[in-house]
């Protein structure tokens, strides 16, 4: 009955918006879709040029910039699709 009653305590805490970091295994926490493949794409030097002067403006990695712009772009082209 003592796994129940955490259960229930933190679904009670979760829908509370209270704290529930002390029933959680942070160390082992990972999120779900993360892992990461490597791929290589081949830019004409402008491009390059034009994403590294971005993400110099925007304080980022050319990486970074280049990730946050496919996120957006998917994502607006999930929305689409579901619409």
């Known amino acids: 009955m003592k796994a129940k009653t955490k259960a229930e305590t933190f679904d009670r805490k979760f829908d509370a918006d209270e704290s529930i970091i002390d029933h959680l295994d942070v160390d082992k926490a990972r999120r779900v879709g993360t892992k990461t493949k490597r791929v ?33 772009r998917l994502d607006q082209s999930r929305a689409t699709v579901n619409n």
């Not at 403006?57 to 910039?65: A, I, N």
């Open 40 to 72: 290589n794409v081949d830019f004409p030097a402008w491009m390059v040029q034009s994403i590294d002067r971005e993400a110099r403006r925007l304080g980022v990695t050319r990486q970074s910039l280049i990730k946050l712009w496919l996120a957006d």
